[in-house]
């Protein structure tokens, strides 16, 4: 017989805990903007191998759905003035849904708000690549591109 103070799978005090989280959000909002930066580098410098557009692999799926909800919470924040704001709920929307172009476009219009050209040209980047298969999009990169002093990336 089992003494009835054991637990059985436990491995000391605290096993199975969440370890500690680091402190603050800018690690989590530099690894999510490097992230992005890399992606359109990777893009930009053929990654994909083909000329083809590729689908939108998100759309239609819940993570989309919920991703795009985010995206118009941030836009609303914008418009409202309150870029830190609309900043922290988009880089939500791209973490949800990474393959959601919109998201990095909106995001990318935060960061310029902010001052943060350098990153909204990275953020533009994949923005771009990710809207490819919807042509009616690229004006607005465009446009935002020509806000930041700078044209398309070099192919």
């Known amino acids: 017989m089992r003494p009835?103070?054991?637990?059985?799978?436990?491995?000391?005090?605290?096993?199975?805990?969440?370890?500690?989280?680091?402190?603050?959000?800018?690690?989590?909002?530099?690894?999510?903007?490097?992230?992005?930066?890399?992606?359109?580098?990777?893009?930009?410098?053929?990654?994909?191998?083909?000329?083809?557009?590729?689908?939108?692999?998100g759309a239609g799926s819940p993570e989309r759905a919920a991703s795009t909800r985010l995206v118009g919470r941030g836009e609303a924040l914008l418009d409202a003035g309150r870029a830190r704001d609309a900043a922290s709920v988009l880089e939500r929307a791209v973490r949800v849904d990474p393959s959601n172009g919109e998201?990095?476009?909106?995001?990318?219009?935060?960061?310029?708000?902010?001052?943060?050209?350098?990153?909204?040209?990275?953020?533009?980047?994949?923005?771009?690549?990710?809207l490819r298969p919807y042509p009616e999009r690229e004006a607005r990169v465009d446009s935002l591109r020509a806000r930041l002093g700078g044209g398309a990336p070099d192919p």
């Open 4 to 57: 009835a103070s054991r637990v059985v799978g436990r491995r000391g005090p605290g096993a199975g805990a969440a370890p500690p989280e680091a402190p603050g959000p800018s690690i989590a909002r530099l690894a999510l903007l490097a992230a992005a930066v890399l992606g359109a580098a990777a893009c930009a410098s053929g990654g994909g191998g083909t000329s083809v557009p590729p689908a939108d692999r």
């Open 103 to 130: 998201a990095y476009l909106e995001l990318a219009r935060a960061r310029m708000a902010l001052g943060e050209d350098e990153v909204a040209r990275g953020l533009l980047d994949r923005a771009a690549a990710l």
